[in-house]
DNA sequence: GCGACATGTTTGAGTAAGCAAGCATATAGA
DNA sequence: TCTATATGCTTGCTTACTCAAACATGTCGC
């Protein structure tokens, strides 16, 4: 198909991308949230102080500090998050998991997990790992 | 960060997916063309007859039919591709790869085939093989 | 302490997609 | 052969973003 096995791989991920995106989304939608949202309060979540900057965040969820803007918004506005503000710097707004937002963060790790594992359910953890391994470096 | 692995991949494969849009669609721009142009541009190149059906090419490159009407009518007006009717079932519509097509797929590839190398960088091409492999089949 | 540049967030406008509905054609059953 | 249903594509509306500009605040050199 292609010269370079990397093209391969790249085209693979895509791919598979395109399954997370719909299977996964899919799964989360019965928590009314998305895949973006999820990730979201995954970060959150996995904060020692669970609160982020919003340019932060942005970075870590791959999104634009715009699209961080329109995503949080509604999520405030349901509870699951809340504005803070940095009382050192006026300008940073800090995003802080809500109680709520812990829990629907909680429940929907279940959904996400099982989805997950159904995804990859043809392979062997120590496979996985290997690949996980890999993924974290590029990333 | 999560129990399970599988989970920790999918996080993974959506942070490396977002790399790829970024970094493999930048480089694309070069060639006129955006990430899913390329796959569509890809997916008729690989096919022997060089035409497909607009619901085979959603299918392979994961958009929906829609989506693949709104991306093709430009791709046809610039002259990438080009609309062709089944003789034997006037509901289905062909898109067939132009010459001019054909060759700036040629370019493209070897383009994407570079940024690609490039975001993979620091692995071996036995382990990109193994990765390819685990990925095409839950593909 | 003030001007110039840097940083963080939001807003306005545009783009790429999805879903659901619509339209055209095909096929199967009576 | 007509009617019902299935299939393929497109269209209208909505959503989730992006980029560039605007705005607010912070910092540094003098």
Redesign the pocket.
Known sequence: MSKYIESEVVVNVISIHNKIQKRIGGALSAHGI?L?EYLVLNQLYNTPTQKM????L?ERI???????????NPMEKIGLVA?EDNP???????VTLSAAGKQVYEEAQVTFAYASVALFEPFEINQLSAFSELLKVVS
């Open positions: 998305g973006t900057r919003r340019s932060d942005a791959g999104l634009s500090p715009s699209g961080v803007t329109r995503l949080i504005k050192r710097d006026a300008r940073v707004s800090l």
